[in-house]
């Protein structure tokens, strides 16, 4: 097998998993949040994130473009954070964060601060017509890894933060696996409106969903 067939190979386990990933998901969000259903498609749904996320690593080195590997860092560590929450639920009874956790932190924190950098940059045309994007999504991958390892060190007594994180990771994972279909079928909007409107629309969402169950889980603990 050749070079370029080996990397036509990659693009077709990157594209069947990107769509799986966009179809299972919403079977896990509209199943019964811990019921078999729900565990089997998140596992279906986390390990299509984690194709998508080495076979877009490889293809966007050998293209190259940096900007697409450093997005697929970003991308797939909100969707490792959401899961990896699930065996973190009591930190301070022992179930805290393991070697592997400090190591994606760290890794998404120098990406982002990198696509960050870069985006202010803008040292080529192709960092000209993203315009914003790059520093959107610099800022929010610090963030979310800052907060990881914030919470690594010290870790929330709040009982359901767990549950939160996982909700959180999860469905921002799946904001950007809807910007990625975006990015390449909606070519009549502009670019950053391309890159961008999922995470206008998704963050919002996820915000009001997590307020929801942070409602529900006060009115049961009353």
């Known amino acids: 097998m050749t070079v370029d067939q080996l990397m036509a190979a990659l693009r077709l386990a990157h594209i069947a998993a990107g769509m799986t990933a966009l179809v299972v998901a919403p079977a896990a969000m509209l199943t019964s949040k811990g019921g078999p259903a729900h565990r089997r498609w998140g596992k279906v749904y986390f390990w299509m994130m984690a194709v998508v996320a080495a076979t877009a690593v490889v293809l966007s080195l050998y293209r190259p473009q940096i900007f ?23 930190p301070l009874a022992g179930q805290g964060p393991k070697g592997w956790d400090w190591a994606a932190a760290g890794v998404v924190v120098a990406a982002s601060a990198m696509l960050l950098g870069l985006g202010i940059w803008r040292p080529g045309p192709a ?21 990881d390892l914030q919470r690594f060190a010290r870790p929330p007594a709040a009982r359901q933060q767990w549950w939160f994180d996982h909700m959180g990771g999860m469905l921002g994972s799946y904001i950007a696996t809807v910007t990625a279909f975006s990015v390449v079928n909606f070519d009549l909007l502009p670019v950053g409106v391309r890159w961008l409107w999922p995470t206008v629309l998704g963050v919002p969402l996820i915000a009001a969903w997590i307020t929801y169950y942070s409602r529900r889980f006060q009115r049961a603990a009353a």
């Open 127 to 147: 960092w000209e017509r993203l315009g914003v994007v790059p520093v959107v999504f610099g800022v929010l991958g610090l963030v979310l890894g800052g907060r």
């Open 68 to 90: 697409l590997a450093l997005i697929a860092v970003f991308s797939f560590y909100s969707a490792f954070s959401g899961y990896r929450a699930l065996y973190r639920k009591r």
